[in-house]
Each structure stands twice: as structure tokens, then as C-alpha cells.
């Protein structure tokens, strides 16, 4: 897959993609459903398949103090959308020049003349232009006067209920990720490289992957059954294992973040970077009367995870 991250200077072998447009954090169902319209095209016109997407999120440019609400890093949206087969990935600045242009400007300027685009394919809520002015219709007639195509994709439901970012976000923060996972499509990902960390749970018999979550919306803070694929570095494979997302009470820590232990491993991982799948949600965090506590709770923790990790399909 390739990776453009400026819609000027595009070489015109590289143009004439059939795109999907949006800011597809987490690669719903319902984003797939837009994606697969744009494969369609694109596998009719023998062009690529591209997807537009926005570095960072608009949400984070014009609000930039705002609790934490991505589901995905950029690492993590271009993993899966490398998984579905794009071949191309258009990583646009969100910045004051690209969010200052009008519904018009964005669609000749950006759409047809910088990226080339052949065809484009959005969802029926798409906006786009300055103040969200532009509007599907509007983007329709901007296609028939710059010359590329639209379709415009209806809303995803599943068991009745319509798959959106928001749902997902608020299963998760309840913890329940596999409730997640059915609206995603795939399970709910944190990747990131392991950081070195104060070393405490290798002292405890359980030796842990550090990994920030700084920028993400937070999971239900507790302990997981979780699939963990090494994506660099001599000990790359996937691997079933135990997490903990949070504060780590028992230590006074205050900075949350994922702390993974993989189990049958044995390796340095420091500064490789990780894909953690949550498959389950075990319990909250605790603090413990002691170590030895904890240590039996992280041994039980373990035993429940590889027997719910073991009855997956």
C-alpha cells in the first residue's frame, strides 16, 4: 500500500483511483461498506483502490483540548486498511490551508486536480468544506463539472441498531468489547510501540509490554483476555496473552496505558512495535492487600484468558 500525505505533487501514474472519503476511525462495518462500493469501482475500471482520510482527525485540529474520543492511531487505520486491500492511502493535513477551502475548492482542488481521483465514493452523512458547508448533492454536481464520479453509500445496520464510532466508543467503555468487535468487524486494536516501564511486573513472574494509549478513548479500565500480534523485530508472530488497561492502583500510578503479558514468551521487546486485540473483558482494576494477592488474581486472571483465548473459532 501506498501512503501520500499531501494531495499536491501526486504523479500522474498514481492517479485515477477509485477512493473512499472519511475519517474511518475504527473501520466499521459501516466504513467497509463505503470501502467495498469504492473496490467495486475500482476493480470495473481497473483503477486502484484508494481511501482519503485526515491526519489528525478535524475533531482534533478544532478542538484540541477535548477528552481523548479516537478509536484508532493513524498506525492502527493504516494496518487495517493495508489488511483490506487498499492500495492506496491518502493521508491528508488537516490543517488551517485544507480546512480553510471551500465545499468547491476542496472538490476541484483536492479531489480532482491534486489527487486525481476517477471516482469517489462517501458515506450519506458526509460533509466537507469549510464550516461543513459541502453536501453530497453539492459534491454530485462538483463531480459532473470536474469530471470524477460519486456514489454515495447508505448507513450500516446491524441487529438493528446503526454501526457508528459513537456506539463503539461507548461499548467499550463499557467493556464490552465483543459487542465492539460486531459493529467494527474485526476486534477492537491498540498498536504502539512497548515502552520501557518501571520493570515491577517482572519482578512479579509476569513481565509486561508497555504501551501508551495517550490520544485514544480509553477501554473500560480493567484486566483482558487479549491477542497480541508482534509486528517487528526477530520475535514477530501472534501470541495469546493477558492486559491491563489503566491506572495501576496498586502502584499509584496515575498516567494510564496498556501493560500486555504474552503468555509462552520470552524475548526483549522494548521499542518493536505491537498489535493488542481486546477479546474479553475479566475484571476491574483492584488494589490488593499485598503482592502476593495480586499475584494470585494475575494467575487466575491468566488461567480465565487462555480458556476463553482457547474456545475462539
Known sequence: MKTFTDWTGIADADKGASAAIGNFDGVHLGHQAVIDIARSEAARTHAPLGIMTFEPHPREFFAPDAPPFRLMSAETKSHRLEKLGVDQLYQLPFDARLSGLSAEEFARDVIADGLGLSH???????????????????????????????????????????????RIRTALAE????????????????????????????????????????????????????????????????????????????????????????????????????????????????????????????DADCARAREILAALP
Open 120 to 166: 469517489v465514493v462517501v458515506g450519506a452523512d458526509f460533509c466537507f468544506g469549510k464550516g461543513r458547508k459541502g453536501t453530497v448533492d453539492m459534491l454530485r454536481e462538483f463531480g459532473a463539472r470536474f469530471g470524477f464520479g460519486v456514489t454515495i453509500a447508505e448507513l450500516v445496520e446491524t441487529a438493528g441498531i446503526e454501526v457508528s464510532s459513537t
Open 175 to 298: 467493556g464490552e468489547v465483543r459487542h465492539a468487535a460486531a459493529m467494527l468487524g474485526h476486534w477492537h486494536r491498540i498498536d504502539g510501540a512497548v515502552r520501557h516501564g518501571d520493570k515491577r511486573g517482572r519482578d512479579l513472574g509476569y513481565p509486561t509490554a508497555n504501551m501508551s494509549i495517550s490520544g485514544l478513548h480509553p477501554p473500560r479500565f480493567g484486566v483482558y483476555a487479549v491477542k497480541a500480534d508482534i509486528l517487528t523485530g526477530p520475535h514477530k508472530g501472534s501470541y495469546d496473552g493477558a492486559a491491563n488497561i489503566g491506572h495501576r492502583p496498586m502502584f499509584g500510578e496515575n498516567v494510564p496505558n496498556l501493560e500486555t503479558f504474552l503468555f509462552d514468551f520470552a524475548g526483549d521487546l522494548y521499542d518493536e512495535h505491537l498489535s493488542v486485540a481486546l477479546v474479553e473483558y475479566l475484571r476491574p482494576e483492584a488494589k490488593f492487600d499485598s503482592l502476593d494477592a495480586l499475584v494470585r488474581q494475575m
